[in-house]
């Protein structure tokens, strides 16, 4: 059994929306249980349209359920309802992308694999074919998706776009194929600034003059007890005061100091808050650092960071500050998975493909409440601690 612990990079071509990726850097796939994200939009202001939206409230609190794709918890999926009369899909929500796509009943049989549900514009009252008719995406790891570009009513949790450009899916590599509880994918993102078209539009773009609130929240469970809050923040979900940091388009903030038990070490620096990475994918030197107070830690023939499972109930604490604040993992929760090393775990904690950055994927955002508030010209993300569920650790 191998691992994926990095990220995809993406070039995406949607209706004339281009991304803007952190630099496409080398690396090798290892593996197929761990989902990985598509690269962060980095982007310092909001299109002029989704600013101009922040000035307009509505009344809507929607909140859609996360539940964990397996029972490792690597990726968490949502239903959505597409269409009129309505097809339910569960998806990916990806805080690291922008577009929305499913799996298409123009897919040919061979790539549809075990999926039952397609999306089927044809039937829906709402769909029309968008400006530009197709799409193209293509990750760093050869993976990709491309097809035909409609508009349709999407509605999450109770929110409704009634005109989403979203993409069906013509084609897909084989690993959308074989992974058979998603049926694509709606990113949480922000809207790129590059022309004027509708098709630039996020979901959360669109509905934004409905919330109540501009901004939505991720609690992550492990017991599938996980939701997705667009509106509101629910105050049953945390325990603490919210720590608010400035944050970019991309959903990229600066972490302060990080440290690894009490051992304080230096600036971890920018970091991404992405529900599209399952890992915390850092530094290598960040990542030594940790294993180093770690007994028995060493790496795999994949290079991934293991540990004698005996050690998972005593692994240290990972953490950084923000604002004077401490924001931290338990130790019991940087446990990932059993590896295949007999008698050894993986961490939750793996180096990423660069030492720029950090990913703070889902098994960061597992341990929090996290805040993504959309402002006129500066995004924010909170912080803020909530009661944890029991890890079980392998015997």
């Known amino acids: 059994m191998q691992h994926f612990l990095i990220i995809q990079s993406f070039l995406l071509a949607l209706s004339g929306v281009h991304a803007l990726p952190y630099p496409n850097e080398p690396f090798s796939a290892s593996g197929k249980n761990f989902t990985v994200r598509r690269e962060a939009v980095s982007i310092g202001h909001l299109e002029p349209e989704a600013a101009a939206l922040l000035s307009k409230r509505g009344s809507v609190k929607a909140s859609v359920a996360a539940t964990p794709q397996s029972s490792a918890d690597f990726a968490y999926l949502s239903p959505i309802q597409v269409g009129n009369p309505p097809q339910t899909f569960n998806v990916q929500f990806d805080t690291g992308s922008v577009p929305i796509w499913l799996l298409s009943n123009k897919l040919p049989a061979s790539q549809v694999g075990s ?3 397609l999306y089927t514009p044809g039937p829906s009252a709402t769909a029309v074919t968008g400006a530009s008719s197709t ?16 508009y349709d009513k999407v509605v999450i949790g109770g929110a ?5 450009a979203l993409g069906a899916a013509t084609s897909v590599s084989s690993g959308y194929t074989n992974d058979t509880p998603k049926y694509g994918l709606v990113g949480l993102g922000c809207s790129v600034p590059t022309g004027k078209t509708i098709d630039q539009s996020t979901w959360v773009d669109t509905v934004l003059s409905q919330l109540a609130s501009p901004l939505f929240t991720v609690d992550l469970e492990l017991d599938g007890s996980g939701v997705f809050d667009f509106g509101w923040i629910d105050s049953s979900r945390h325990t603490s005061s919210i720590c608010y940091v400035d944050a970019d388009c991309g959903w990229n903030i600066q972490a302060g100091t990080y440290y690894v038990g009490n051992t304080a070490y230096t600036t971890l620096g ?15 030197s960040v990542v030594s650092n940790y294993y180093a107070s770690v007994t028995g830690s060493k790496q795999d023939a994949y290079d991934n960071w293991i540990y004698p499972c005996s050690e998972s109930k005593s692994l240290p604490n990972f953490g950084f500050e923000v604002n004077g604040d401490y924001i931290y993992v338990e130790g019991a929760y940087m446990y990932a ?5 007999q008698d050894y775990c993986e961490g939750a904690l793996q180096n990423g493909i660069s030492n720029s950055y950090t990913v703070l994927g889902d098994m960061f955002m597992r341990s929090q409440l996290v805040i993504f508030e959309i402002g006129a010209t500066q995004n924010q993300i909170g912080f803020a601690t909530k009661n944890l569920k029991p890890i079980s650790y392998p015997s």
């Not at 998975?337 to 090393?341: H, N, R």
């Open 115 to 117: 999926h039952t549900s």
């Open 135 to 150: 799409f193209a995406i293509n990750y760093a790891d050869t993976q990709g998706v491309s097809g035909n570009v409609y």
């Open 160 to 164: 409704t776009a009634t005109r989403q």
């Open 270 to 284: 920018q970091a991404v808050l992405d529900t599209g990475t399952s890992l915390i994918l850092a530094p290598s």
């Open 337 to 341: 998975q059993i590896s295949d090393t």
